[in-house]
């Protein structure tokens, strides 16, 4: 019953020579691997604009028009990450994540740290983009009937986890087909929106509403754990910590080189350098109009929501539901590359002991269904915890995110320092040999020498350009983790902060177990064992023919060596016992135990522990006598001892237990 | 932690040879089993002016006054029903409890009938005495600060229940120590009102509260069910009924003969005249009183408490507490009767095989704990269910009480013929022989003939006496319950007239189940076996100590009938094990399943299939290693497939399981 069910959810199993590898193209790949960033744009300037409103409430009117040099800053980091990741890219054709490079690179423990915060990073994209996306579908509901969805935010946020987290175990592939037609819509839509909003500026002057003067909009919000204050050089950096969740998942490209068509590394560069530019342009574009536009954070809208509507009236009104609608539907396309990303991960942890073993199975569909199933329980915790509010979720986020990019830049310069020590030793090697020539004072060209004078050249030149690219990535990541820390830690920064490092407690706490258990199961050492001698036991609660088969059974053991026990609970009973015992006993020694409590478990287990100390070397092995009913409801009407004893057998060293059922017809 | 916290709840165990056989005088007797019986005069009145209630309403002003020829009538049964027993206690000195009485006279059929009923019988007692002891309670807080307990008597129900099955989980005696004091208390307390009463009305006339008229009493209840309507026979029968709930409880002396001080059935004999004697006085002077002070049914008070209310006032004010705090301790004492006859009565049921096994066992403190559970959680669910309001629960307690009545009655009367049979057969030899001595002329006193004519006299117009009384009462009792069913069926009898043949249907085809399992598991028939040929499989996930131990197990049942098997999952892994074998293998066949849907246990299932099939008649064993870490939650790391395996194979036919442990250190 309970397997059909699952049947029904999760669909027929999948053989495994049936994993598909899929090869994608520059375009559909761009689908694929940049929903989860492209989409942050959905957020990000929102999130800039709620710690603004700090300052704007405080009656600072152009509070706001701080919005643009902040995404202005946060554009440059962006293009400074990207930049860096094309160097990944090229390092690591195979796939080059934090926990790899860090781990590669940097040692254990920072791949241990880059996969706590990548995990922590997975959990928390699912959350916010999934909260997102509910705001996006709300928002357009705000002033129709609708209305109050707003009020069942966290149940429509449940119900899509759970929707994409059986579309997961279900084996969804990241394929082009699912990905690219919200993708390219969104991507459409939205650079539209942000042009028609150019035009319609300029075109309308007087469309443009008069902002609200400061304490005149109830609606108006500010980020969570903000006081109205002055602005501050503290409330700007809170402001671009908060626009910082425009980064994440930029990495997603690098991640996933494998995916590429030939030559893999180009084509991911490629996509790369385009997805980095759109975004900018998006994110960027969004902040300019919401600056233009006036628009301020409230309650129960989105900030795009808000702009859409003044832009798109009239004719054009049904726009503002295409952009609403690919918000949504982008949003929760990367809350489903998590749902790709934190499996894998974890398998990745789990071959390298780091995580339980029950990680790298895969699920009836090919899928890693366990870390599927902990993602979704772990998401939905925290959309419950956080009533389903992007911006409440925002402080936790971007700690994970930016603590993986500093890993593994700084991993990355480790690699070309490596890399470069590799070249210049091979440098040497050649320019003696030139010296050499040098010294008979001949200049010859020698055929077999394999060292291109201007290769050599480049890769040296490359290496140190790596260099500085990725050190001043690490660097900029690094501040930018030190300043989100900072202006985030009381918001709830605190959480993951402290998270971390009990992650990777845990993880090196399961990694030395399973190191210990591989140790004590090895057969390193092991010597010829010497022939088994037994002992055997068997408990009886009368005579039947369940009994006789369970010690006929016994008896082929250990012919010499079997003991019945009978625990006497009634005299009368045990006086019938001994006399049917010379007939059908076998020919077995009975042993009586008395139950002054009546237990029948208590006396049998003392009684084996005295058998065992006599017995040395021996084995014991108590042989349990069992009917099985033909229903199973059928042992509601019989006493369950044969399974408590077994449950009790369970944490006795040593003992073999053996079950001889007899199995009882209709 | 599982065994203190029960250590802690129920205490510790207790040694069989402890049980203790207090024998009781008639005074404590008279405490131990009326509780019952006398605390159904808490209730018994106010359930028949609720039905009368409906007249009043109706305008009939007078509706009331038949409170009195109601109590009566149901007093005269009250008087019949007593008589009856004292035959039963003379007939079974031995305790003749409905189910025994009816088994041994009209059969097992209605020995099951009288059991289903005292069993329900036995779960209303609970729910209707706890739900009248809250009632008690929550009508002295009327008026005080405490008024809205009244809203929460079914969590108060829900206490008293579980605080008493806690009680008797703990082993509470039916000692006079426990029941004397506040059984004797009650009895001062409610005959000291009644007397009262009397002098009061005569002594202050004007102090009788005038009636409110009908329709000016917004508190008035109705009984749930009746609509207002002028009284008719029906009606009266309707509240003769509902007051008949005064009788349950009167067959307690009677099945409690053996714990009487020596004589047993005298000493019973008495106490039972005793105890109708003051049940009929303090029930019919109730009913007298509510009547002389014109207290009506209210919704949020009982009659009782209305009534004491109104003659305890000033310096007697305080009395008024007595009497309802020991009308509740004897209400929740009569819940606790019913502790003690369930279980004991479920375990007879059990013991001749018509209830599972189970109700049979003494737990830890001696007691038949399983039935102390069942108790109370279906009382618990029906106080639940009815809102915890007496006079709901009402029409359906007396089904299950005057079905056992008549059964009994029945069952006595048929006991009186044998009987009777008996000593006519007695009576023929010896008189033929004194025919002969006649037909010879001469009287001559015989003096070996055992046959005392006086006592021969006696004994044989004691059986037609005995006969005639049970007679009665059985035709008394089985009109009352066809007046019951038929005037409360459609307000909730239908509820137990449908249950009880239901429960007899559950007892019958348990026992068959019993039967049945008893026949195939017979010795009877059975022939010498023939010796065993084993066939040993051992699944391994790859060679390690634990896996090396488990065939070194296998071997020594059958040193060349042991098949290795494993799981092909991964190519690389499958070659290195079978590189590994030759050394590790100890010479035991490996097989290799392929595994197309990563499935561990199904393709085990079927190879076992397979193997058994080519068996005959040989016995299959499977030999599962099993390693057991040191912690209980280590097991989370590790795949939990032996315990799968074995969950699987536990349905399979004629599989010998044995586990083979390795337990691991730290």
């Not at 990535?473 to 009990?502: D, Q």
């Not at 030395?512 to 390193?524: F, G, I, P, R, W």
């Not at 012919?559 to 026990?565: G, M, N």
């Amino acid at each position: 019953m309970v397997a059909s069910l699952k049947r029904w959810v999760v669909g027929t199993p999948i053989r495994t020579e049936h994993a598909a590898h899929e090869r994608l193209s520059r375009k559909t790949a761009l689908a694929v691997f940049s929903s989860d960033a492209l989409s942050s744009t959905a957020y990000a300037t929102e999130e800039i604009l709620l710690v603004l409103a700090a300052a704007y409430a405080a009656g600072q009117t152009a509070a706001f028009s701080k919005v643009i040099p902040v995404s202005i800053g946060i554009a440059t980091l962006l293009v400074i990450v990207a930049i860096s990741y094309r160097q990944t890219i090229r390092a690591y054709p195979s796939g080059g994540g934090a926990y790899i490079v860090a781990k590669d690179n940097l040692g254990t423990m920072a791949g241990l740290i880059a996969g706590a915060s990548l995990l922590v990073d997975y959990i928390l994209t699912v959350s916010v983009s999934i909260a997102a996306g509910v705001a996006a579908l709300t928002s357009m509901f705000q002033g129709t009937r609708f209305y109050w969805l707003d009020d069942h935010k966290v149940a429509l946020c449940l119900f899509f986890i759970a929707f994409i987290a059986v579309a997961n175990l279900r084996g969804v592939r990241e394929s082009g087909a699912l990905f690219a037609g919200p993708t390219y819509a969104f991507l459409v839509a939205f650079i539209f929106m942000i042009a028609y909003g150019f035009v319609h500026y300029y075109a309308n002057p007087g469309s443009i509403p008069t902002p609200l003067a400061p304490g005149q909009d109830p609606e108006l919000k500010i980020a969570e754990g903000y006081i109205i204050q002055s602005l501050s050089i503290f409330l700007i950096l809170g402001a671009f910590s908060n626009g910082c969740a425009a980064l994440t998942g930029i990495e997603a490209i690098s991640n996933g080189v494998p995916a590429f068509k030939q030559p893999e590394a180009h084509n991911a560069s490629v996509t790369l350098t385009w997805m980095a530019a759109l975004l900018t342009i998006m994110f960027v574009g969004t902040s300019v109009m919401a600056y233009l536009y006036n628009v301020h954070p409230h309650e129960h809208e989105t900030v795009i929501s808000q702009f859409a509507r003044i832009i798109f009236h009239g004719p054009m009104g049904w726009f503002y539901y295409v952009v609403q609608i690919t918000t949504a539907a982008i949003l929760v396309l990367a809350a489903n590359t998590s749902f790709a990303d934190f499996p894998r991960l974890a398998q990745l942890l789990a071959r390298d002991r780091f995580l339980p073993r029950q990680f790298a199975n895969r699920g009836d569909r090919l899928v890693f269904s366990n870390g599927v199933i902990i993602l979704a329980v772990f998401s939905g915790l925290l959309v419950t915890a956080f009533g389903g509010d992007t911006s409440r979720l925002i402080p936790l986020y971007a700690v994970g995110v930016f603590l993986s990019f500093t890993l593994s830049q700084t991993g990355m310069v480790r690699h070309w320092l490596k890399e470069g020590a590799a070249l210049r030793r091979k440098g040497r090697i050649a320019g003696a040999h030139k010296e050499a020539l040098n010294e008979e004072g001949v200049k010859i060209k020698v055929a077999d020498n394999p060292v291109d004078e201007a290769e050599e050249k480049e890769e040296a030149s490359h290496w140190k350009k790596s260099i500085v690219i990725n050190g001043v990535g690490a660097i900029a990541t690094f501040v930018v983790l030190v300043v989100f820390i900072a202006t985030k830690f009381i918001h709830g920064a605190w959480v993951v902060v402290l998270l971390i490092p009990l992650l990777v407690l845990l993880f090196r706490s399961i990694h030395s177990h399973y190191v210990e258990v591989a140790k004590q199961l090895s057969t390193e050492g092991l010597e010829k064992l010497r022939p088994i001698k037994h002992e055997v036991i068997v408990p009886i609660s009368g005579i039947h023919r369940g009994v006789i088969s369970a010690l006929e059974y016994a008896k082929s053991i250990a012919p010499e060596h079997v003991t019945a026990v009978y625990i006497d609970l009634d005299e009368e009973a045990t006086r019938k016992l001994r006399e049917k015992w010379d007939q059908w006993g076998v020919g077995v020694k009975l042993v009586v135990l008395a139950s002054p409590y009546r237990s029948l478990v208590r006396p049998l287990l003392s009684y084996i522990d005295r058998v065992e100390r006599r017995a040395h070397d021996d084995v014991v092995t108590v042989v349990l006598p069992e009917f099985v009913p033909a229903r199973w409801w059928q042992n509601l009407l019989h006493n369950q001892n044969s399974l408590l004893l077994k449950g009790a057998l369970l944490f006795k060293k040593g003992i073999v237990v053996t079950n001889v059922p007899y199995h009882l017809e209709h």
